[in-house]
Structures are given as structure tokens and as C-alpha cells.
């Protein structure tokens, strides 16, 4: 059978970049990694980062998986072949409902030959559970994990860490923290049981929710995912593009998104630079926080240069007329 790996975790908490250190290490392992990211609008963004990683990468881009892209993905699963020594690792994007998509993919007789999920989310040390409206969503994500990893240890103090621990443990989230390289030693070693390693939040999962392996099925069209009831689509998410020009200043695209509007809880995408044009960068921004800036090389698989922001009531009208004034007259 071939592990399936799921990262989870709110936007901007660094799926991408444990991905981005996972891939070597389960190459280390012997095992042969392959991905399917999914992400709002343009998934290719983040596929850009990982394509010497990996000997496949699958971008799907728009809603989550586990409710609008689900044929999508099912497809790209369906399509899937087992190789012994394969991994496949799917990182969601960051609303996704980590209940609804786990209890999907296990219960598909269509994916009979994956293991049970094993799932891995990122906790972000600096922003867990300051989300407002979204705290209910992010806690969800955490619950049905088998690991945590909390990220951005080097911007908290122990203080706060802590205080993510407690809260952890207050709502009953017990998975082991691991790190990449300790992830990819667990699927290795345990890769022929595999499905009792997955096994370990699936009782507690599986108590709480009532469901068994020979659930009806017929819940997949009764409803498109019903987030409201996890906090999901009570919150409206939106996203949008900005194409960028071919070559763009470093100051006036730092500019861009220092004034972006608090509604625009995370931003990225790929730029070639006019200090280095023989260059792209993936850069990506979170919140307020500073903007992040990652050198791929001088080629690209995108199209052109663009911007992906993703929030809740994005009005685009403001940052569309913003960004003609930074960087002239761009394709909408």
C-alpha cells in the first residue's frame, strides 16, 4: 500500500515550507515522494518551490478538496500508481476541513490501496488561536492530527510557547510534535504497518463522530460540505490575482503588499525583479507580518509574474487601483 500523507494547517502557518523540508528527508529514507498541493486560484505558485523535490507535483488549484475540488482530487488519486516505495503527500490549503476531508478519504472504496491518512498539521507559535471568527476552523485542523509541528519558534519567547502547549492540551490535542526529518523516519520504519500508525487518532476520531468504515456513502451528495457547522463557511473566503509586469522593483512590490488591507490574511506569488531580471522569487506574505522572499532559479513554469491574495470580503477594486499606480497599467 502507498502512505498518504496530509499537511494541514490555517493559512500562512508554513505548510510549504515543512513540505519543502520534508521531500529530502523522506528521499533520504529511500522512499520516492510525490505531491498534490492544493490551493486557492493558483496552486502552481507553491508547486514552483518543490519541483526539484519531488518526481511529481499535481497543483490543484481553487476551492478545498474536501468539499469543491474533491472530484478534482479523487481523480488525481484514482489516477495515482503504486510504485512500491512511493509516498504520497497532499498539502491542503489553509481552510480546509481536515474532519471532512480525512473521513472522505477514508472511507472512498476508490483509494482501497493508500493507507489510512496520516496527517500532520502546522500550528503557527505566533498567531494560534488569535484568529477571531477563524479559531474554531484552525482548532479543527489540529484535532484529527497524528503530528503537530509548531512553526515559527524563532519569532516567540518560551512564554509563548507555553501557552500554545496548554491550549493544545486544554482542547484535548495530544499528537506528538515532530520534526521533518523525524516525520519521514516514522513513515519509513513503519511503512509496512503503516495503517496502525495512521490508526492512532483514528479511534478517538472515529468515537466522537459515530462514523464506521461501511458508512454510507450517499453523504457526499447530500450536501457540498457543510463548513458552517466547523466554522467555515459562515466565514466567506475569497481570493484574487494580480498579473504582474515581466520585471518589477523590489521596493515598489514591497510597497504593494505593506499597504495591502487587514482583510488579506495571506499573500504570495512570483516575481522577476529588476535589481536581479535573470532571477524569479516566490515571495509570500502573512498578515502583517513581514513579506518572505525565496530565490527559484531562472525559469519558471508560470506563464508571467502575478500575485495571489487570499481573505475573507476581499473588495479588489482598491488593490487593483493600488497596483496600477506601483506598477503601471497590468492585465486584470
Known amino acids: ?15 510549504t515550507t515543512y513540505l519543502r523540508n520534508l521531500l529530502p528527508q523522506l528521499r533520504a529514507q529511500g522512499l520516492d515522494p510525490h505531491v498534490i498541493i492544493n490551493d486557492y486560484q493558483n496552486a502552481r505558485v507553491d508547486a514552483e518551490q518543490l519541483r526539484e523535490l519531488a518526481e511529481s507535483i499535481v497543483p490543484i488549484s481553487g476551492s478545498c478538496v474536501c468539499c469543491g475540488s474533491r472530484d478534482e482530487l479523487l481523480g488525481a488519486l484514482e489516477a495515482f500508481e ?14 480546509t476541513d481536515a474532519e471532512e476531508l480525512v473521513e472522505l478519504l477514508s472511507l472512498e472504496p476508490a483509494l482501497e490501496r493508500f493507507t489510512q491518512p ?31 509541528f509548531i512553526s515559527r519558534l524563532a519569532e516567540i519567547d518560551a512564554k509563548r510557547l507555553a501557552a500554545v502547549r496548554h491550549s493544545l492540551e486544554t482542547h484535548g490535542i495530544s499528537a506528538p510534535c515532530v520534526e521533518p526529518e523525524e516525520l519521514a523516519l516514522e513513515i519509513h520504519s513503519a511503512s509496512a504497518a503503516v495503517r496502525t500508525l495512521a490508526g492512532r487518532s483514528f479511534a478517538a476520531h472515529d468515537a466522537e463522530c459515530g462514523c464506521c468504515h461501511d458508512h454510507d456513502h450517499d453523504h457526499h451528495e447530500e450536501s457540498e460540505h457543510d463548513h458552517k457547522e466547523h466554522g467555515h463557511a459562515a466565514h466567506h473566503f475569497a481570493s484574487m490575482q494580480i498579473d ?5 522593483s523590489r521596493a515598489a512590490l514591497t510597497s504593494f503588499l505593506a499597504a495591502l488591507p487587514p482583510e488579506v490574511i495571506r499573500v504570495k506569488g512570483l516575481a ?19 513579506a518572505q522572499w525565496l530565490p ?17 470580503a476581499i473588495d479588489p477594486e482598491p488593490i487593483r487601483a493600488r497596483a496600477a499606480q506601483l506598477f503601471g497599467a497590468v492585465p486584470a
Do not use: C
Open 244 to 248: 504582474l509586469p515581466e520585471t518589477v
Open 118 to 148: 496520516i496527517q500532520l498539521s502546522v500550528i503557527d507559535g505566533q498567531r494560534w488561536q488569535k484568529r477571531f471568527w477563524h479559531n474554531v476552523l484552525e482548532l479543527e485542523q489540529a484535532r484529527t492530527a497524528n503530528f503537530l
Open 82 to 95: 503504486h510504485v512500491p516505495g512511493r509516498v504520497l503527500v497532499i498539502e491542503t490549503n489553509g481552510t
Open 1 to 15: 500500500m502507498t502512505p498518504l500523507l496530509l499537511l494541514v494547517g490555517f493559512l500562512g502557518a508554513g505548510k
Open 296 to 312: 527559484i532559479g531562472g525559469t519558471t513554469r508560470l506563464s508571467h509574474p502575478l500575485a495571489v491574495l487570499i481573505g475573507p
Open 272 to 290: 522577476r525583479l529588476v535589481e536581479s531580471p535573470d532571477e524569479y522569487h516566490v515571495f509570500q506574505k502573512v498578515e502583517s507580518g513581514p
